[in-house]
């Protein structure tokens, strides 16, 4: 299906940008806070990859891994939500502090 390869190829995009800006980030939650959305990138790329499986492959290896993939995938992209709420405050609170300190 052309939406899920889409789906993928967006998913698999967002993880690289994130990733990039990890390595360029200087601050230690804001670090955490794209790590965060980073996995969750990578968590819905996993999670679309298996969902197109389902559709191209109808073998029961195939059911058996994409299953799999899926529940790896929305774990990953449920973990990265959950630890998202988690560090989007103390970012903020972050970047309050260094604008008071003036770096």
């Given at each position: 299906?052309?939406?899920?390869?889409?789906?993928?190829i967006?998913?698999?995009?967002?993880?690289?940008?994130?990733?990039?800006?990890?390595?360029?980030?200087n601050?230690?939650?804001?670090r955490?806070?794209?790590?965060?959305?980073?996995?969750i990138a990578?968590?819905?790329?996993v999670f679309f990859?298996?969902?197109n499986?389902?559709?191209?492959?109808?073998?029961?290896?195939?059911?058996?891994?994409?299953?799999v993939?899926?529940?790896?995938?929305?774990?990953?992209?449920?973990?990265?939500?959950?630890?998202?709420?988690?560090?989007?405050?103390?970012?903020?609170e972050?970047?309050?502090?260094?604008?008071?300190?003036?770096?």
């Amino acid at each position: 299906m052309p939406v899920f390869v889409i789906l993928i190829i967006f998913s698999i995009a967002f993880y690289v940008y994130y990733k990039l800006k990890y390595f360029r980030s200087n601050r230690p939650m804001e670090r955490r806070w794209i790590s965060a959305k980073s996995s969750i990138a990578l968590g819905a790329f996993v999670f679309f990859f298996a969902i197109n499986q389902f559709f191209i492959h109808q073998s029961t290896i195939s059911l058996i891994v994409g299953i799999v993939f899926v529940l790896v995938g929305g774990g990953s992209a449920w973990a990265g939500m959950r630890a998202y709420k988690h560090y989007l405050p103390l970012v903020i609170e972050e970047a309050k502090q260094l604008g008071k300190n003036g770096s």
